[in-house]
């Protein structure tokens, strides 16, 4: 281990903090020349590698030490629900057999994620196995960042003899079946999220004093799905708690085309809506951590875990990548996760064809040139077109109520939540999305005007937040609150039935603090500065219905207006500049409006050739990602405006400017370069100092770029251009 350790010493030496990383991403793979898409850092995934990839015969550190020397700072990332962890499992660990610890559903089959993997219930030994196997021998290896991803528990499992014995644990009392009763339901996920809650403070606080005891200081991040995911999917997990924990340091927010395409319901339609479902799922996520400080990776995937075709890939690629933008606060990025699953997986050419191929040219070329913007996005104080000051609060509890479902209750596709969102959305409203857990730290509602509310589909965890919610009213805030209360987790016993409370449901609670009473009709209540205003329909029937939102959102218009004193406008876009960058997005299902038009000197940045337009047009459905030249700080200074891979090794003189090029091998590199003048000669070497073949390029007099075009190498291509 020591010599292993000595091997690691210089690459450690020349690393970046995990604060200072802006790009990454996640290999359980060593270092290849097709997979090199020189992010800043990698996520070096598992001890044992992936279950889904069996890379068990490369020895971890080895892997490390192959990125290492390849420049790239390493971190760690492995699953905490799931993982290479079969030692464990089958007694190689300490003797004993595990696999009852799995996730066990009502018909007694375990949820795998891969033979012998089961999805863990985290039981006090397997989190001693966690530390003692992995988090140790990874901090011994020198990495200072762990990733602990994706703490799930489903909320169909809950009858594993594991299961029965945290729950006598932890209420004191027999393990009762949940599909019972809501009581049970709700008791059960509460015990699922504490589960994970526990599982990732204990192995993150071992992590920071281990790494303390050897002069380290260790940061340790989430990566985790949305919280709009997660209850969709009828998963439980921490999500917006784990923020306040000293032990954890950020989040990456997974968010990507497999989990935004999945169906919600609109105007009565229940169809995919990719990119409102991520610019939502990245709203949830960015709200998470903005009050706490935190720092939040946004991953978008160039595929997805379901094998599709390139066409549909790209597509929606472009969806989630245009969403995530749309966040001027957020600037670090998981740029792709598995690239070996992108740059050597095989998928079918086109929707309607069987054969298979791997990524085709044109894409890759367009999603490199995607990535190093990634590299070079900056944060901006900009914000989103459109009027900003509408929130939809949620909460962890809305994980609790999905599954199962008990005396007919329905809350189709999270239908409650999409309810209060999408309906501004798709008229071009950035709604913003607050999160209850947060509701005592000072930004959380500072930019609200009006707060949309819901307990249809969650209950409040804590009576404080009624109170701090009350004060926000009273100092002059809008609070929109839809629903029946008829569901039938209204009545589990929990703190507003209980101790002394008597409340028949949970908003009564929060009515009463209002001043306005225990079941108040429909209608407007004063209270203090603010207003207060009850909808007696549950959120879902604005969208299951065609048409069934427009009073809905004529309600908050009106509301809005007042308070903002301004008129909420409406239109079919989002739009952004955020540096030399435009971002647009186009909806359909929206308002009239059409197609979106933008004017400028722009680089395309979607369209592989990266060709130089004074006007693109945006269809409803479509987006679209614009490098400005007209925004160029400095247009005297020759640079790389836009390209299909890393520049490095930049040098300039009166009349030249040459750089080195690195990208994966198999790849194209197309780049746009800044010139102050027309080019006499552009010689491109590869890494061996032989022109390279087929190497070409080409002058724009309008935009003052050179386009220049070769074969990538990860060992790098050196440009040297003169004027």
């Not at 435009?582 to 400028?600: F, K, L, P, Q």
């Not at 194209?668 to 552009?682: A, D």
Request: contains cysteine.
């Amino acid at each position: 281990m020591l010599a292993a350790y000595l091997l690691l010493l210089p690459g450690l030496l020349a690393a970046q903090t995990a604060g200072d990383v802006k790009t990454t991403f996640q290999s359980s793979r060593e270092w290849r020349p097709t997979i090199d898409n020189r992010a800043d850092a990698v996520m070096v995934y598992g001890v044992g590698g992936n279950p889904s990839d069996r890379t068990r015969s490369i020895p971890f550190e080895e892997r490390v030490a192959s990125w290492r020397d390849r420049g790239y700072t390493v971190h760690y990332m492995t699953g905490i629900a799931w993982g290479e962890y079969q030692d464990y499992f089958t007694g190689k660990w300490d003797g004993e057999w595990h696999l009852d610890e799995g996730q066990v559903q009502r018909n007694g089959d375990t949820i795998w994620h891969g033979r012998l993997v089961p999805y863990i219930v985290p039981s006090a030994n397997f989190l001693n196995y966690l530390k003692e196997r992995h988090v140790k021998r990874v901090i011994d290896a020198g990495i200072d960042a762990i990733f602990l991803e994706e703490p799930e528990f489903w909320a169909r499992a809950g009858y594993s003899e594991a299961f029965k014995r945290e729950w006598k644990d932890y209420y004191g009392f027999d393990w009762r079946s949940q599909h019972e009763s809501p009581e049970n339901t709700y008791l059960s996920s509460k015990l699922k999220y504490q589960l994970y809650y526990k599982a990732l403070e204990d192995v993150c606080t071992f992590a920071k004093e281990y790494g303390a005891s050897k002069g380290m200081d260790v940061k340790c991040y989430v990566p985790t799905h949305s919280l709009v995911n997660y209850s969709q999917w009828m998963i439980v997990s921490p999500e917006a708690s784990l923020a306040s924990l000293p032990c954890i340091d950020g989040y990456i927010a997974q968010v990507w085309t497999g989990m935004s395409r999945e169906p919600n319901f609109y105007n009565g339609r229940e169809r995919e809506r990719v990119f409102e479902t991520a610019f939502l799922e990245y709203g949830s996520m960015e709200s998470m951590t903005a009050p706490t400080g935190r720092k939040m990776f946004f991953l978008t995937d160039p595929i997805e875990d379901w094998p599709r075709d390139w066409v549909d890939y790209k597509k929606n690629y472009e969806a989630t990548f245009t969403a995530q933008l749309l966040y001027p606060q957020i600037a670090d990025y998981e740029v792709m996760p598995w690239p070996e699953r992108i740059y050597e997986g095989l998928y079918r050419t086109s929707p309607d064809s069987d054969q298979r191929e791997r990524i085709p040219r044109h894409y890759s070329t367009q999603m490199q040139v995607m990535i190093n913007a990634l590299n070079d996005m900056p944060l901006s104080d900009n914000r989103v077109s459109g009027n900003a000051g509408i929130s939809v609060l949620m909460a962890n509890s809305l994980m609790f109520q999905r599954f199962p479902t008990h005396e007919g209750y329905e809350d189709p596709q999270l239908a409650n939540f999409y309810g209060q969102a999408l309906p501004f959305v798709k008229r071009g409203v950035p709604v913003n999305i607050a999160h209850f857990e947060n509701l005592g730290y000072e930004g959380t509602l500072r930019d609200t005007k009006v707060l949309l509310m819901t307990y249809s589909n969650m209950k409040p965890p804590q009576p404080e937040g009624h109170e701090l919610l009350a004060r926000w009213v009273k100092d002059g805030g809008v609070l929109v609150y839809s629903g029946r209360d008829n569901d039938p987790f209204q009545t589990v016993r929990e703190w507003w039935n209980t101790d002394g409370n008597n409340y028949a449901c949970a908003a009564d609670h929060l009515f009463e603090l209002l001043g306005i009473g225990a079941a108040p009709g429909q209608g407007e209540y004063k209270y203090g500065k603010g207003t207060v205003y009850i909808v007696r329909q549950d959120p879902k029937e604005y969208v299951l219905a065609a048409g069934g939102d427009e009073q809905f959102v004529g309600r908050v218009k009106g509301l809005f207006d007042k308070v903002s004193k301004q008129e909420l406008k409406y239109k079919n876009y989002f739009s952004l500049e955020r540096g030399c960058y435009d971002i647009v997005a186009v909806m359909d299902e929206s308002v009239a409006g059409g197609a979106y038009t933008a004017r400028g000197l722009y680089i395309d940045l979607f369209d592989p050739e990266l060709p130089v337009t004074t006007e693109k047009t945006v269809e409803p459905g479509t987006q679209a990602l614009l490098y400005n030249i007209d925004r160029v700080s400095d247009r005297n200074t020759p640079q790389v405006l836009a390209g299909a891979s890393r520049v490095y090794d930049e040098q300039r003189t009166a009349n030249s400017y040459a750089f080195t090029a690195k990208s994966p091998v198999n790849t194209n590199n197309v780049s746009r370069v800044l010139l102050p003048s027309k080019p006499v000669s552009c010689a491109v070497t590869g890494p061996d100092g032989k022109q390279a073949a087929g190497a070409s390029w080409d002058w724009d007099e309008v935009s003052e770029t050179c386009l220049v075009k070769f074969e990538n190498e990860p060992d790098g291509v050196r440009v040297a251009i003169e004027w």
